[in-house]
């Protein structure tokens, strides 16, 4: 998006002198609508004036949130480099990772080219929203292609939803991910973990039906007695 007017009309107001370059109307400050819009030559010159970049409107989302969100890359890139903070949440406890990975496009590989420049500069995988679903619940939920980048960023795959008590491999086997539950298995998943439910993986997997995941998990040690399990309260 050509933002140049943009740029011109807001240089035009800074020459007046006297303005409060965070100030809010409405939630918004000039960083929050010039990254939600996309005008990335505004964006910069608002940096290079000194403009708060991590100010957040009155849902707590942030201008990098909302330039993810948005899908405005360089605008994010923008911000990142100005030193913005990717793990800030806003009220649903939702980071900029969260938010495009939760609330994202019919675009899935839009999505996901904002969540990759996120983890790379980044971004805290583990962190999980109001919801107890962290960047790979939602990865297996909406089946978005990140397993693999999300592992290599320090996600753990034995995490469990605090809401739920499910763990991603249970999360995996409910949502049909079958070979994406093969490829957390043999990541060396916790096999003994149950849910609130006190259910285990092998549980999930026998009342699916996915019978290679049930195979996989039994040769691989999961125990059949739920006994023997740890539970998840």
Same mark, same amino acid.
């Given at each position: 998006?050509?933002?140049?007017?943009? #740029?011109?009309?807001?240089?035009? #107001?800074?020459?007046? =002198?006297?303005?409060?370059?965070?100030?809010?109307? +409405? /939630? !918004?400050? @000039?960083?929050?609508? @010039?990254?939600?819009?996309?005008?990335?030559?505004?964006?910069?010159?608002?940096?290079?004036?000194? $403009?708060?970049?991590?100010?957040?409107?009155?849902?707590?989302?942030?201008?990098?949130?909302?330039?993810?969100?948005?899908?405005? +890359?360089?605008?994010?890139?923008?911000? #990142?480099n100005a030193g913005?903070?990717?793990?800030?949440?806003?009220?649903? !406890?939702?980071?900029?990772?969260?938010?495009?990975?939760?609330?994202? &496009?019919?675009?899935?590989?839009?999505?996901? @080219? +904002?969540?990759?420049?996120?983890?790379? *500069? /980044?971004?805290?995988?583990?962190?999980?929203d109001n919801s107890?679903?962290?960047? #790979? *619940? &939602?990865?297996?939920? &909406?089946? &978005?292609?990140?397993? !693999?980048?999300?592992?290599?960023?320090?996600?753990?795959? !034995?995490?469990?939803?605090?809401?739920?008590?499910?763990?991603?491999?249970?999360?995996?086997?409910?949502? *049909?991910?079958?070979?994406?539950?093969?490829?957390?298995?043999?990541?060396? $998943?916790?096999l003994c973990h $149950?849910?609130?439910? =006190?259910?285990?993986?092998?549980?999930?997997? @026998?009342?699916?039906?996915?019978?290679?995941? $049930?195979?996989?998990?039994?040769?691989? /040690?999961?125990?059949?007695?739920?006994?023997?399990?740890?539970?998840? *309260?």
């Open positions: 998006m050509c933002s140049g007017n943009k #740029l011109a009309e807001a240089k035009a #107001l800074w020459e007046k =002198g006297d303005i409060d370059l965070n100030f809010s109307y +409405v /939630g !918004n400050t @000039a960083m929050l609508r @010039a990254a939600e819009k996309g005008f990335i030559d505004v964006t910069k010159w608002l940096v290079e004036i000194g $403009a708060a970049v991590d100010f957040s409107d009155t849902h707590q989302k942030t201008a990098l949130m909302k330039a993810a969100h948005a899908g405005h +890359v360089d605008v994010m890139e923008a911000l #990142l913005a903070d990717k793990n800030l949440a806003d009220r649903n !406890n939702r980071t900029a990772l969260l938010s495009v990975l939760a609330e994202g &496009y019919t675009d899935r590989s839009r999505s996901e @080219a +904002v969540a990759l420049l996120l983890l790379q *500069n /980044g971004a805290d995988p583990n962190l999980a107890g679903n962290n960047a #790979l *619940n &939602y990865t297996i939920q &909406y089946g &978005y292609d990140l397993i !693999n980048a999300l592992i290599e960023a320090g996600a753990d795959i !034995n995490k469990s939803n605090k809401n739920t008590g499910r763990s991603v491999l249970i999360d995996a086997i409910v949502n *049909n991910r079958e070979a994406v539950a093969i490829a957390i298995i043999e990541k060396g $998943a916790d $149950a849910d609130n439910s =006190g259910q285990t993986a092998l549980h999930h997997a @026998a009342s699916k039906g996915l019978t290679s995941v $049930a195979s996989l998990l039994l040769e691989k /040690g999961a125990p059949s007695d739920c006994q023997e399990c740890k539970w998840q *309260n």
